[in-house]
Each structure stands twice: as C-alpha cells, then as structure tokens.
Nanobody, 121 residues
C-alpha cells in the first residue's frame, strides 16, 4: 500500500495545522494507521494512531491534549488535527500503516514519505 501525506508547513507557535494521509488501498480488519515524527538529530517517535476496526485512538502524552486523529473510511484517509502547536513539535511527520500496530514503529510495515512541520517561536 502507498501512503501520501500532505498538509505540512510553517506556522507560528499557538497555531494549527491539519495533516492528511491518503492510502492507495482500503483498510480492513485489524489495521492501524499511525503518525510518527522525527526531528533533526532525534529518533522517530510515536504521535498518534487510530485502529481502523472500531475507530479507537491512542496518543503520545506530549500531544494528547492538543492533537486529534480521525479517519474517513470512504476516502481511505486519516487526518491529524494539530492545535496549540509548539516549537518542539517541529519535525517531519510520517504516516504509517500496519497490522495491530500501536505506539512502536516496528508494528508498521508501510510508510509515507513524510511532510515537514515547522513551528516558529
């Protein structure tokens, strides 16, 4: 499956962005779509994920009160609404898909190319 992210950009601290991830195939069963991010010089870290069957969501503690992940079944799309952005949110954001994935990147086998998010202070 191919994943294509969009929606990144430059925003001031306190602002908002909405990222989108479009999958080339429909998702069924125990598939998870997740967002990860990687800042310069740092390891890739989990941000949020949605379980396609049932729609439950999980978040990293650092974003739980500011970001919202949602899915659009009809459009094979997952969105990440990011509010109250902080300079430390600056990173390349990646969309990923896997079977029963959770907050560990090893649970995902398909990755997008990433979209840059830059938050200025």
């Amino acid at each position: 499956v191919q994943l294509v992210e969009s929606g990144g950009g430059l925003v001031q601290a306190g602002g908002s962005l909405r990222l989108s991830c479009v999958a080339s195939e429909r998702s069924f069963g125990p598939v998870t779509i997740g967002w990860f991010r990687q800042a310069p010089g740092k390891e890739r870290e989990f941000v949020a994920a949605v379980f396609w069957f049932g729609g439950n969501t999980i978040y990293a503690d650092s974003v739980a009160d500011r970001f919202t992940i949602s899915r659009d079944n009809a459009k094979n799309t997952v969105h990440l609404q990011m509010n109250s952005l902080k300079p430390e949110d600056t990173a390349v954001y990646y969309c990923a898909r896997g079977l029963r994935g959770r907050d560990d990147a090893s649970g995902y086998d398909s990755w997008g190319q990433g979209t840059q998010v830059t938050v200025s202070s």
